[in-house]
């Protein structure tokens, strides 16, 4: 610890409570404690869920080339419209 450390511990102790009741924790801090860590696990729980159904990679899988309309292709049909046969 530095020398400005060690006076500045000193400076903050100097004010500190002092009695029977000093340092003491009440019931309710242990149930707020402890409803945190239960919701922390729970948070945990499932963000690991989450986390198995991530793909492996995020990388596109090679498609073949298929001709499409910015590359000078014909325009695929619409799902459910029929072109009438000539």
């Known amino acids: 610890m530095t020398w400005s450390g060690a006076w500045l511990t000193g400076w903050l102790a100097q004010g500190a409570p002092k009695g029977p009741e000093f ?31 991530l793909p492996k990679s995020f990388d596109q899988p090679e498609q073949p080339d298929e001709p499409t309309e910015r590359s000078g292709g014909a325009p695929k049909a619409a799902p459910g419209t029929d072109t009438p046969d000539k």
Do not use: D, E, F, Y
Request: charged content about 10%.
């Open 23 to 53: 340092g003491g924790s009440s019931p309710i801090g242990l149930v707020v404690t402890l409803l945190m860590l239960i919701a922390v696990a729970i948070l945990i729980r499932s963000m690991n869920k989450h986390l198995r159904n």
